[in-house]
């Protein structure tokens, strides 16, 4: 009888254990996580839920120009998408044309906004800057990758399923 009692409790425990883990960040069932991991050692920094549609930007200042260069993403399908790129001024590495599809307008602040860029990023790695940081905006959250990855990182921005 003692043993039944036991293996009661353990079961009772592995239902709490998962149900609770259901309502973690990132461990849904069937949910899609975006996880940023070192590019090279694998090591995760973090984990965040992402639904299809969810957006999130990357910033930072142009080593050239020294202006705010904003790249936005969407999650389709547990993929990533680039689909508008923000910027003040030109420099190496800014688009310069537009390809085809893609649409230039200006913002009341004067910046460039290039929008429908519909390009999937099968390897989306950033790495740190050294100098100046790179943010992350997702949802509400505004996140320091230096803070969180350290400087010269090489982050690895991935969906996973499950």
């Known amino acids: 009888m003692n043993g039944i009692r036991k293996l009661s409790t353990v079961a009772a425990a592995v239902m709490i254990f998962i149900t609770a883990a259901a309502f973690l960040p990132g461990c849904s069932p069937g949910g ?20 299809n549609g969810d957006t999130f930007a990357v910033e930072f200042i142009h080593s050239v120009n020294k202006s705010p260069v904003r790249d936005v993403y969407e999650i389709r399908e547990g993929e990533i998408w680039n689909t508008q790129c923000i910027y003040y001024g030109f420099g190496a590495g800014v688009e310069e044309e537009l390809g085809e599809g893609e649409t230039l307008s200006y913002g009341e602040n004067g910046e460039m906004i290039i929008s429908n860029i519909e390009k ?14 790179h943010t992350l905006y997702l949802g509400d959250e505004t996140i320091s990758l230096r803070d969180l990855c350290g400087r010269s990182s090489k982050v690895l921005f991935s969906c996973q399923r499950g």
């Not at 899609?32 to 590019?39: E, F, G, K, Q």
């Not at 999937?120 to 940081?133: A, E, L, P, R």
Request: no cysteine; glycine share 6%.
């Open 32 to 51: 899609t996580s975006l996880v940023l991991s070192n590019a090279d050692s694998g090591q995760v920094y973090a984990t965040y839920p992402v639904e």
């Open 120 to 133: 999937k990023i099968d390897n989306m790695v950033i790495v740190v800057g050294t100098i100046s940081d």
